[in-house]
């Protein structure tokens, strides 16, 4: 569910919650970088939205491919909860190996 607050560009964050009563407990995100390309770190931000810090996401999945549809292992981080201020950089999170990727997928 891509989440949208006052304040907040459209599509810059995104939420999984409740869709028809069902409760997604392991949501998935995936980004197409455009192109493959070699990666060795990615930096997340976690949810960011002062008093709601909470929410963001723990522990986290990796994966990559390069065709969308098999995925690739690449490990699992455990992301710091945000600070809930502007000036929040995300987490840099380093991988076990580098690798060719054009699709990217979180699992939290």
Request: with cysteine; aromatic share 10%.
């Amino acid at each position: 569910n891509a989440y949208r607050d006052r304040g907040v560009e459209r599509g810059t964050m995104w939420a999984a919650g409740d869709v028809g009563g069902q409760r997604d407990t392991t949501p998935t995100l995936t980004f197409d970088l455009g192109k493959t390309l070699r990666i060795g770190s990615i930096r997340v931000w976690n949810f960011n939205e002062l008093n709601w810090t909470g929410n963001g996401a723990r522990e986290v999945e990796f994966s990559a491919s390069v065709d969308g549809k098999t995925f690739a292992p690449l490990g699992k981080a455990l992301l710091e909860q945000a600070p809930g201020d502007d000036d929040y950089e995300g987490q840099l999170v380093s991988l076990r190996e580098a690798c060719e990727a054009r699709y990217v997928r979180l699992r939290a």
